[in-house]
């Protein structure tokens, strides 16, 4: 079966992750032991994860809820966080209707934060899935991202010992950049900025991940318009697996889709 089609924050370095791959300064709330609390919440009107439709083309809402410690010291600014993020899904006779993802890290910021250095552990879970379909995983993940002030760029590396739906060792490359527009200034209250990626997604068996062969190529390249807090994303994202090779669906084909997301 291929990945949720024919039924892998946060959204990590998935539709809309070049946005905010490198860090930015998010609203928060002070939390215990000196860390902050956040929370977001978003609707989309199609969850795609890394270029598949994880909604049968459906629209989907989204929300996270996270913590991070303070700094180590400010001579080693590291710090340690955990995240839990959901979205609804549609797998077709596969009983999970519901995706909840958890996610420990430790994040390295320097240079003015302008250097960003992130690695992480995330468990995926599909709540009520059959046990047959194995679709829980987990996934080990390294990002590293420098701002340049004209355009953001986040390298990512993923590695599962054995991906979803038991199609073996997973690996997942993607590249991602962000283009902040401050010459577009219509309002104060407003901001924008381009953003694209592309990636590579290795399943070690390519048979039970429903895959011709074994990896594929995702992209998307979207913009995002923050008006007074509130992210309005629009994306255009695809991969080069074609309909027939997408249990002859649309899952995996090219397509618009948008986003209104908050953080608090």
């Known amino acids: 079966m291929l990945r949720k089609i024919a039924t892998a924050t946060a959204g990590i370095l998935t539709l809309f992750a070049a946005a ?3 860090a930015e300064d998010k609203p928060t709330w002070t939390g215990p032991f000196g860390g902050t609390f956040n929370a977001s919440f978003a609707f989309v009107t199609d969850y795609s994860y890394r270029g598949i439709s994880q ?3 459906g629209v989907a809402g989204q929300m996270g809820f ?3 410690t303070p700094a180590v010291s400010e001579k080693v600014p590291l710090t340690g966080y955990l995240q839990a993020w959901g979205s609804n899904v549609n797998f077709p006779n596969s009983g999970a ?6 996610i420990v890290g430790a994040r390295y910021k320097a240079l003015n934060d302008k250097l960003l250095i992130d690695a992480s552990f995330m468990r995926y879970n599909y709540p ?7 679709f829980d995983f987990n996934e080990w993940g390294l990002l590293v991202g420098y701002d340049f002030d004209v355009v ?10 054995n991906f979803f739906g ?11 950049a962000t283009v902040p527009l401050p010459f577009v200034k219509l309002n104060d209250n407003l901001a924008f900025k381009l953003f694209g990626s592309i990636g ?18 995702d992209w998307q390249l979207g913009l995002t318009m923050t008006a007074f807090t509130v992210d309005f994303s629009v994306a255009y994202t695809g991969t080069n697996i074609s309909s027939q090779d997408c249990g002859n669906t649309q899952n995996c084909a090219s397509r618009v889709i948008f986003m209104v997301s908050k953080t608090f």
């Open 166 to 176: 038991n199609s073996g060792v997973g690996w997942y490359k993607q590249l991602l």
């Open 200 to 217: 590579n997604q290795y399943v070690e068996k390519n048979a039970n991940y429903g895959i011709p062969n074994n990896d594929y190529w």
């Open 97 to 102: 209707s519901f995706e909840l993802d958890t």
């Open 20 to 22: 905010t791959a490198q």
């Open 128 to 134: 009520g899935a059959a046990q047959d379909t194995f």
């Open 66 to 68: 996270g913590y991070e």
């Open 152 to 161: 953001a760029l986040t390298a990512g590396l993923h590695y599962s010992p």
């Open 55 to 57: 909604t049968q083309r």
